[in-house]
């Protein structure tokens, strides 16, 4: 299996652009979840899908962030319009269930707004 | 709410020696899992070991094994021979089970970056 993947790999946009992070998890894993490192604040969790269905979104900053999951290989994190502060590593996981299971991390999205 | 601890900043070793790094947690929870992540300089968070609540007996994988103390809330792990490509950022990070429910939400320390010494 190809792990989950992440892309773009790097982006750098300028303030208030639109920056859209795509996820693709591992093939059968029925949960997604978005993460943000940042030095401040460590990892945190934004959201989280099961079977497409977002469960829950308390950790997205505001409502500048998005998320979708049209499909069980495919998920977006969409920033409208970028700050400065959303300058992070962005990290999208999934497992196969949530209960205890391990979650399976892509390699993040370095983000850089200028 | 859960919080984890990891009091050391950074820690570092010498090739081929053991190194324990320290996490410790709060929570009222009494079924859960305990985890450490590494994470290298290339950043992708990688999956060391994993801990259940309700199991006794320590975990390990290869050089790698934790103590775990429920009653103290303390979840270490000790890596033996520690080789250069354990250089990573190390987390440590739990997990309520809700059983049957929804709730895969992973809660992690601040990190502990260890160093290992040729």
């Known amino acids: 299996d190809a792990g989950v993947i992440q892309s773009p790999r790097h982006e750098v946009t300028e303030m208030g652009q639109e920056v859209t992070l795509r996820c693709k998890p591992i093939s059968g894993h029925d949960y997604l979840f978005w993460y943000r490192q940042t030095m401040m604040r460590g990892l945190e969790l934004l959201i989280y899908f099961n079977n497409n269905v977002p469960i829950d979104d308390s950790g997205m900053p505001e409502d500048r962030f998005s998320a979708k999951m049209p499909n069980a290989s495919f998920s977006t994190l969409k920033i409208q319009p970028s700050e400065p502060r959303d300058s992070a590593v962005y990290f999208c996981a999934s497992s196969l269930w949530d209960s205890g299971e391990t979650q399976y991390f892509g390699p993040g999205t370095r983000l850089l707004v200028l | 709410a859960q919080t984890v601890t990891q009091s050391q900043p950074e820690m570092s070793v010498q090739e081929a020696e053991t190194v324990t790094l320290s996490c410790t947690y709060d929570t009222s929870e009494n079924n859960y899992y305990l985890f450490w992540y590494k994470q290298p300089p290339s950043r992708q ?74």
């Open chain 2, 45 to 118: 968070m990688i999956l060391v070991i994993r801990q259940e609540a309700y199991k006794q007996q320590n975990a390990t994988e290869n050089r790698f094994s934790v103590n775990f103390q429920k009653a103290a809330k303390s979840f270490s792990l000790k890596i033996s021979d520690s080789q250069l490509g354990d250089t990573a950022m190390y987390f440590c990070a739990f997990m309520r089970n809700a059983g049957g429910t929804s709730y895969g939400k992973l809660t992690f320390g601040q990190g502990t970056i260890l160093t290992v010494h040729p």
